[in-house]
T-cell receptor, first 118, second 111 residues
Framework: GAVVSQHPSRVICKSGTSVKIECRSL??????MFWYRQFPKQSLMLMAT?????????EQGVEKDKFLINHASLTLSTLTVTSAHPEDSSFYIC??????????????FGSGTRLTVV | GESVGLHLPTLSVQEGDNSIINCAYS??????FIWYKQESGKGPQFIID?????DKRQGQRVTVLLNKTVKHLSLQIAATQPGDSAVYFC??????????FGGGTRLMVKP
């Protein structure tokens, strides 16, 4: 089945530094990748949608200069949290959607990244 | 169920009983729905899906029911086991071809 690998699973960083999170589709080509943020005891909130080779589309209220998304290939998308602050501490989850056929609705999720900014 | 602030609604069931988790979705144009299970510290895990042209779909121990008239989705888990304890989310694929998640329900299975 479709597998999405997300790395790192946990990261602790100092305020003001930047953190990069990777999301890879291991056995399929992901034309579209999604980035979600989840606070404790809450649901997943979509941050942005990225299509390979084009700029990401950000949801309302999400700062594109703070959360940089790059989807340079059909198997890799990255989310960089720039100048991180404690309020950016959260659980970040990526999802990938493949091309055509049964995969067209096949959203596959990564295992998430717990970011703690100190 | 819908989340209220920081509190997830909780469903507590006895091991072996059947569980029913409900979800109200928002967009009448949504054409595809998915139930996910999320354990602590992990990403969502696919359980079962249903397209809008169906009203029922069965999997192994799970059944999803869709009522488009009232925009309601339910997940039924038969013979609930301790390993089913998790937070369950419904998600709808809307016209923009992205998933919108419901608030989530915590399922607790008592041995």
């Amino acid at each position: 089945g479709a597998v999405v690998s997300q790395h790192p699973s946990r990261v602790i960083c100092k305020s003001g530094t930047s953190v990069k999170i990777e999301c890879r589709s291991l056995d399929f080509q992901a034309t579209t990748m999604f980035w979600y943020r989840q606070f404790p005891k809450q649901s997943l909130m979509l941050m942005a949608t990225s299509n390979e080779g084009s700029k990401a589309t950000y949801e309302q209220g999400v700062e594109k200069d703070k959360f940089l998304i790059n989807h340079a290939s059909l198997t890799l998308s990255t989310l960089t949290v720039t100048s991180a602050h404690p309020e950016d501490s959260s659980f970040y989850i990526c999802s990938a959607r493949g091309t055509g056929g049964l995969m067209s609705y096949g959203y596959t999720f990564g295992s998430g990244t717990r970011l703690t900014v100190v | 169920g819908e989340s209220v602030g920081l509190h997830l609604p909780t469903l507590s069931v006895q091991e072996g009983d059947n569980s029913i988790i409900n979800c109200a979705y928002s967009n009448s144009a949504s054409d595809y729905f998915i139930w996910y299970k999320q354990e602590s510290g992990k990403g969502p895990q696919f359980i079962i899906d249903i397209r809008s042209n169906m009203d029922k779909r069965q999997g192994q121990r799970v059944t999803v029911l869709l009522n488009k008239t009232v925009k309601h989705l339910s997940l039924q888990i038969a013979a609930t086991q301790p390993g089913d304890s998790a937070v369950y989310f419904c998600a709808e694929n809307n016209a923009g071809n992205m998933l919108t998640f419901g608030g989530g329900t915590r399922l607790m299975v008592k041995p």
